[in-house]
């Protein structure tokens, strides 16, 4: 069965830094790209983050660009997004994801929760 | 970047269909995705490739296309439907990934 569980959310103040994990389980993680999606509280759903299978492809969301830093380890099947300089409008439930290519987002996690504020 | 307009709302009649729309100007190039999400859970992926339903999505969920409008279909719609759907793209290069505005479906 397909896992994915997110970690290492939680309250940051503006200009901090966080560091989520998303732990997979069930299946190759090798032989899949993920991505990071948010949503911030009673909006919608924003792309923030894509890392391909080999790790030499790493896209950004524009408002994401500079600050945060997606990573992998295939070794612990571990997908990381490192968020420096965290804003206000940072603050959402993140959400890792199975990249299934053209099938699309087919496997989700249930989010953890980044809150910044002062 | 691109866009992905959807209307705010859709309501419907246990029984009845429901279509929601999603507009883009480069919708004609690109696949669309659709995702259905009640509240406190993840999204749940409904469509891929337009029109392509994933094992264990009932059959009343479709996708057509046509142009630059996709829609999203609920055939005998149930209350267990009630939820925000979002439609989703990447753009013609696969560097940047877009979602819709969303439509939050209501069952009457």
């Known amino acids: 069965e397909v896992q994915l569980v997110e970690s290492g959310g939680g309250l940051v103040q503006p200009g901090g830094s966080l560091r989520l994990s998303c732990a997979a389980s069930?299946?190759?993680?090798?032989?899949?790209?993920m991505v990071w999606v948010r949503q911030a509280p009673g909006k919608g759903l924003e792309w923030v983050a894509f890392?391909?299978?080999?790790?030499?492809?790493?896209y950004y969301a524009d408002s994401v660009k500079g600050r945060f830093t997606i990573s992998r380890d295939t070794v612990r099947n571990s997908l990381n997004l490192q968020m420096n300089s965290l804003k206000d409008e940072d603050t959402a439930v993140y959400y890792c994801a199975r990249d299934e290519g053209a099938k699309g987002f087919d496997y989700w996690g249930q989010g953890t929760l980044v809150a910044v504020s002062s | 970047s691109f866009e992905l307009t959807q209307p705010p709302s859709v309501s419907v009649s246990p029984g009845q269909t429901a279509r929601i729309t999603c507009s883009g100007d480069a919708l004609p190039k690109l696949y669309t995705y659709w995702y259905q999400q009640k509240p406190g859970q993840a999204p749940v992926l409904v469509i891929y490739?337009?029109?392509e339903r994933p094992s264990g999505i009932p059959e009343r969920f479709s996708g057509s296309s046509s142009g630059t409008i996709v829609t999203l279909i609920i055939s005998a719609v149930q209350a267990e439907d009630e939820a925000d759907y979002y439609c989703?793209?990447?753009?013609?290069?696969?560097?940047?990934?877009?979602f819709g505005t969303g439509t939050k479906v209501t069952v009457l």
């Open positions: 069930g299946f190759t993680f090798s032989g899949y790209s």
């Open positions: 989703q793209s990447a753009d013609t290069t696969g560097t940047s990934f877009v």
């Open positions: 490739k337009d029109s």
């Open positions: 890392i391909g299978r080999s790790t030499t492809a790493m």
